[in-house]
């Protein structure tokens, strides 16, 4: 009878531990832009990007912000040239959203359907690749997301009348944990 | 009682004829529906969402919910304005009004946003919204220094045409052309100069923005070429007083010529340090 009992319990509780809430913080993150000028390249890093993913029922949201202006180029004026470029003063964020399986922190190549919102523009990109690394109790996620200056409506800024390439991909590195 | 049922038949027979025209009338007010796909901001369908539609008019309400495609229909609407509201575990609720016409099947897919909002991250609505007088702001500094950039490449042409003809100007040379072609090249170059320091001087500055890399070297040339700028043709006027006279250039209008060329080459070193990457 008590066997019986057990057995019930773990039938009805171990789906439900299975689907048990679970949240991700952004503890580590480094992200880079990379601009093409027929005369220079240039690349911008911040590390002042927030996150926090939400798992509930085998699916993840995640939401990681990352403020325009920490940007750092190596050169201030550059870096204000930029923030105007990219409508920053009324639009200092940029936001990306996504949805994945609660399973794909077992993959080593993650594709995920990314939202971002940038310059005031929303924009879908599908299947990115991320790599996922584990590390003890820290998940490391690596890739490259292509953005286009032309997909959020931005002027591409020039250099002695020579405009820059449409082409800014952003490479991102960034370290997670469970709360 | 033949005149009776005969009555009755007929009384029947009314009956009859009015229900089944009366068929098709409520089948025209009620055979509207309402469908659509629920997906998330990210893309994906959300399956087994929760839809509840209500006429904003009777109270009336309907609910469903999605299938495994992300799917709803709701059938048998009369036709007005309705509340479509949309609701599933992990995201936020979406509400939207929609107008159903009368015999139609109307199509409107719902997006759900994820549960996790910017406050979530501890992003403050003021970090997250910036505003039309910060970018106006941005685009006036920006513009500004445009102009500044322009004006400082284009008297780079003078101030170095000023400096080769300097060596006919002064020395031993007596020749009025020369002083008078080089003292105009110089004014020529002193006006773009401060026309362009100008731009570069009153461009809105932002708070919150200290200066770094290369453009610190940028503004520190500043206080060799801006003093010089004054200084040199200030000089340049009591050499150009002396040799008018038939005089040597003496006392301190002598570093004119020194002065100059510290000046031309702070102001060289200015644009070389906004131009290349060290």
Redesign the interface.
């Known amino acids: 009878m008590n066997k019986k009992f057990m057995l019930a319990f773990l039938l009805l509780t171990i789906p439900q531990l299975a689907a048990a809430d679970s949240q991700w913080i952004l503890e580590e993150s480094t992200l880079t832009y990379h601009v093409s000028h027929p005369l220079?390249q240039t690349e911008g890093v911040s590390h002042a990007a927030?996150?926090?993913?939400?798992c509930?029922?085998g699916?993840c949201?995640?939401?990681i912000?990352v403020?325009v202006?920490s940007f750092?180029?190596?050169?201030?004026?550059?870096?204000?040239?930029m923030?105007?470029?990219v409508?920053?003063?009324?639009?200092?964020?940029i936001?990306v959203?996504?949805?994945l399986p609660e399973d794909a922190s077992s993959l080593t190549t993650i594709l995920?359907?990314?939202?971002i919102q940038f310059a005031g523009q929303t924009m879908?990109y599908?299947q990115i690749a991320f790599q996922h690394v584990t590390k003890g109790s820290d998940t490391l996620i690596t890739g490259t997301i292509p953005l286009t200056l032309s997909d959020f409506k931005i002027d591409p800024p020039t250099l002695l009348a020579l405009p820059v390439k449409n082409d800014i991909p952003v490479r991102v590195e960034m370290k997670w944990r469970p709360m | 009682m033949n005149q009776r049922a005969e009555k009755s038949g007929v009384a029947l027979s009314v009956l009859i004829f009015l229900f089944v025209i009366s068929i098709p009338l409520r089948a025209q007010d009620s055979n509207s529906s309402l469908s659509g796909v629920i997906t998330s901001a990210a893309g994906a369908v959300v399956p087994n969402a929760k839809v509840a539609v209500k006429n904003l008019a009777s109270g009336q309400l309907t609910e469903t919910q999605t299938d495994s495609g992300g799917h709803y229909r709701v059938s048998n609407l009369m036709p007005g304005e309705y509340e479509l509201s949309v609701s599933a575990e992990g995201y936020s609720t979406n509400t939207a009004k929609v107008t159903v016409a009368a015999g139609t099947g109307q199509t409107t897919d719902v997006t759900l946003a994820g549960v996790l909002s910017l406050q979530d991250l501890g992003i403050s609505p003021d970090q997250a919204q910036g505003t039309a007088a910060d970018q106006a702001r941005l685009n006036k500094r920006s513009h500004m220094l445009m102009l500044h950039q322009r004006l400082g490449l284009i008297a780079a042409v003078p101030l170095i045409a000023t400096v080769a003809t300097s060596f006919g100007a002064g020395g031993r040379s007596t020749s009025t052309a020369d002083r008078w072609t080089h003292l105009a090249l110089g004014s020529a170059a002193g006006d773009l100069y401060f026309m362009s320091a100008y731009f570069a001087i009153r461009a809105p500055r932002i708070p919150g923005t200290p200066s770094r890399g290369q453009i610190r070297v940028h503004k520190a040339l500043a206080w060799i070429h801006g003093p010089g700028m004054i200084l040199t043709p200030i000089l340049g006027a009591i050499a150009f007083d002396q040799k008018s006279k038939g005089e040597k250039v003496h006392g301190i209008a002598s570093a004119h010529g020194a002065v100059a060329i510290v000046t031309a080459a702070a102001y060289g070193a200015s644009i070389v340090s906004v131009s290349f990457k060290f």
């Open positions: 220079k927030k996150g926090k993913g939400a509930h029922a699916q949201d995640f939401l912000a403020p202006k750092d180029s190596g050169d201030s004026n550059r870096d204000l040239h923030l105007q470029v409508r920053g003063g009324q639009f200092p964020l936001a959203r996504t949805h995920a359907d990314l939202e879908q599908k």
